[in-house]
């Protein structure tokens, strides 16, 4: 019976195996070099666009910190510790000390002698420097872009005596009942601190001060200026035991102009405002606000954008920069609080 069944199926031979023609071998080599450009321009585009991103947060970033950093300052302007220059009579000399002097007796302090008729000399709390005006510590500084002084005592905890430097001025201010409204300034450690402490004990001393700051901010045009990297960036020129100490806070920051609110009036509010140019030595003390504004740009070029925008920081002046960098303008007002609280 197998044998029968065997004879009824005839045997078929394999077909032998076909291979690709060289047509589907180029039509299969093009559609993957397709896709494989295709893949390529995505990432290509995807690591652009990345990039990009990675550039407007960093600007972003040193915009932002830039602006805190100034603002910061700016509202601790004329802060020195307990002590209220309102109270003092004769009236203190108000003074534009050098803000590259490295010496601490030409930081613009003078204290009163009644013995010997000295009238108390005290430095503006905030100054403005005009574009045009050159100051030689501002190293680098970038052309049309204006700096501010600022002048206060450290914040923060105290320091003792003993850890006052010789090359730092530094502020004691009353804490003893009988000594109310008093104050000594003077190079730390001296015999001039000598006031009390505030349980009175005579021959103690009060053994708190506070290190006086002069800080100087402006534009320059480098960051690292050794190299010359060409980045416009926000700097800090401060007197630090005895020399000038500069400082990079935040790169980007391409321009600075100021706008200053003067209390006419005496009850602490601005009645107008004026440009740094237009502020005279008299309006000075006055200020009680100032508003700040702060042109930054990306730190590299943005690949096919034109800026064509233009930029109004205060009432003169308008920039259009028509380049390839992306910017932000910020202008914030800035209070004051401790010249403006004095005179509510």
């Known amino acids: 019976m197998t044998g029968n069944l065997m004879k009824q199926l005839p045997f078929k031979p394999r077909s032998k195996a076909r291979g690709y023609t060289l ?11 397709a896709i494989m450009l295709a893949l390529m321009l995505m990432f290509s585009r995807n690591s652009g666009d ?19 950093t100034l603002t910061e300052d700016v509202m601790h302007a004329g802060f020195f510790s307990d002590f209220n220059p309102n109270t003092v009579l004769p009236a203190p000399v108000i003074t534009s000390p050098d803000p590259c002097a490295v010496l601490p007796a030409a930081q613009g302090w003078v204290s009163p002698d009644p013995v010997v008729g000295t009238v108390m000399q005290m430095p503006r709390a905030i100054e403005g ?20 002084v600022i002048r206060r005592a450290e914040t923060g905890p105290t320091i003792a005596l003993a850890a006052a430097s010789s090359n730092n001025l530094y502020i004691q201010t ?5 000594e109310v409204g008093q104050f000594r300034i003077a190079a730390g450690p001296a015999a001039a601190f000598n006031l009390m402490p505030s ?10 001060v506070r290190r006086l700051l002069q800080r100087t901010y402006y534009v320059a045009t480098c960051n690292d200026c050794v190299n010359n990297d060409g980045i416009p960036t926000l700097k800090r020129v401060e007197m630090i035991d005895g020399a000038l100490r500069t400082a990079s806070i935040a790169e980007g920051v391409e321009n600075l102009q100021f706008e200053f609110g003067v209390d006419t009036s005496g009850d602490g509010v601005p009645d107008t405002t004026l440009t740094t140019g237009a502020v005279t030595a008299a309006d000075w003390p006055n200020v009680v606000s100032v508003r700040m504004h702060v042109l930054t740009r990306s730190e590299r070029p ?14 003169n002046v308008a920039l259009t920069p028509a380049d390839a960098f992306k910017r932000t303008l910020f202008a914030t007002t800035v209070r004051l609080n401790n010249v403006g609280s004095r005179r509510e």
């Open 50 to 68: 990345q990039q990009e991103l990675e550039r407007t947060v960093r600007q972003m970033e040193n915009a932002r910190f830039s602006v805190d």
């Open 174 to 178: 009353a804490r003893c009942r009988d």
């Open 199 to 208: 349980n009175c004990t005579s021959g103690a001393v009060n053994d708190a």
């Open 23 to 33: 047509l589907e071998l180029i039509i299969a080599i093009g559609l993957g070099v």
């Open 302 to 315: 943005s690949p096919g954008h034109t800026e064509t925008r233009t930029y109004q920081l205060g009432p």
């Open 129 to 148: 420097i005009p574009a045009a005006t050159v100051v030689g510590c501002l190293t680098n500084r970038r052309p049309n872009t204006e700096a501010i």
